[in-house]
């Protein structure tokens, strides 16, 4: 009986050394666990692609901070009703969740465009005020995404006459300036994003692809005028038309895009959208202001050059 009660206190110790053993394994899980535990990233990118069946979208992303760089990559979400709302072109805001294995995306929601100037604003409230003014006089329609564009003409910078129905089988993408915008971020941020296009799709302009950008102030915008304005940009006159032409033919196509322009005093107040039109004449994207990087521009556009990529002719 002596001799099992002296090593008794010896057993003790044994076990309280496994028991602080197995305390700093557990602890060790724990603080593994945390590790690996689910990380979420506010996430903003633009819409490239759609595939519902699968809960997957593809997206132009700006930077995550502490997680990546801007990229496009595809997402996967959990609900596929997140998806039912989204299209090319969208700027969304949604919440990137990691948990070392998986990641998905939630709360997709679209990005609301809000202009830190008031002319795309002051734009729509001008064009309700016509439309009170004009109860008689049904408004035009903005064409969908997915809709076909109805051919138009106009001249472009080399006075040559320009149709819309010449790019057929082309990847089409067109914007809307004037040349006397004052605001660096409106009109020439928007020309810009197609001087990047131009320098890095090179190889695919003329062969399938074709830059317009249209006037909306055809009095002042002539083509000698566009000419000057397009050799900012070193803008070839074979891919990239600056486009002009009488009032009523340029209204009728920014009504076409939903493109919204009032003079005033001088001035213009207007909304901004770049269109990109598929190889088909359809529209696969409608982008609606400036908050995009000419990166995500690019990767839309090379996206729908990729959709269905045809020999050069």
């Given amino acids: 009986m002596v001799a099992r009660l002296n090593w008794a206190p010896a057993l003790r110790r044994r076990i309280s050394e496994v028991a602080n053993s197995w305390s700093l394994v557990v602890l060790i899980f724990l603080v593994t666990a945390l590790v690996w535990a689910a990380r979420q ?50 700027i969304v805001d949604f919440t990137l969740e990691v948990d070392g294995s998986t990641s998905f995306a939630q709360n997709v929601k679209l990005h609301p465009y809000v202009s830190a100037e008031q002319d795309p604003w002051l734009a729509r409230q001008l064009k309700l005020l ?21 051919n138009f003409t106009l001249t472009d910078q080399a006075r040559r006459q320009v149709s819309f129905s010449q790019f057929a089988g082309k990847v089409v993408v067109l914007n809307f300036i004037y040349t006397s915008c004052a605001l660096p971020t ?18 695919h302009l003329g062969h399938d692809l074709i830059l317009l950008t249209i006037s909306f102030d055809p009095q002042r915008d002539t083509p000698e005028v566009l000419a000057r304005y397009a050799e900012t940009w070193k803008a ?25 322009f009032f003079p005033d005093e001088g001035l213009m107040n207007h909304s901004l959208h770049s269109v990109v039109i598929d190889r088909e004449g359809k529209i696969v994207a ?28």
Avoid at 44 to 61: P, Q
Wanted: aromatic letters at 8%; proline letters at 8%.
């Fill in 186 to 203: 409106f009109c020439f941020r928007t020309a810009n994003n197609f001087g990047v296009l131009q320098r890095r799709l090179k190889d």
């Fill in 41 to 90: 990233y506010s996430a903003t990118g633009m819409i490239l692609t759609v595939d519902k069946a699968h809960r997957i979208f593809v997206a132009s992303c700006q930077p995550i901070p502490g997680f990546m760089e801007a990229m496009s990559m595809p997402f996967e979400v959990r609900d596929a009703k997140e998806l039912d709302a989204l299209a090319p072109g969208n």
């Fill in 130 to 150: 016509k439309s009170l003014s004009n109860p008689n006089q049904p408004a035009p329609k903005r064409l969908a995404v997915g809709s076909t564009v109805p």
């Fill in 236 to 260: 070839d006159p074979h891919t990239w038309h600056f486009l002009t032409g009488p009032l009523p033919e340029v209204r009728r196509v920014t009504t076409m895009f939903g493109m919204d």
């Fill in 286 to 313: 409608n982008v609606e202001g400036n908050q995009y990087t000419a990166d995500q521009l690019q990767d839309l556009v090379t996206t729908i050059l990729c959709a269905k990529a045809v020999p050069h002719r």
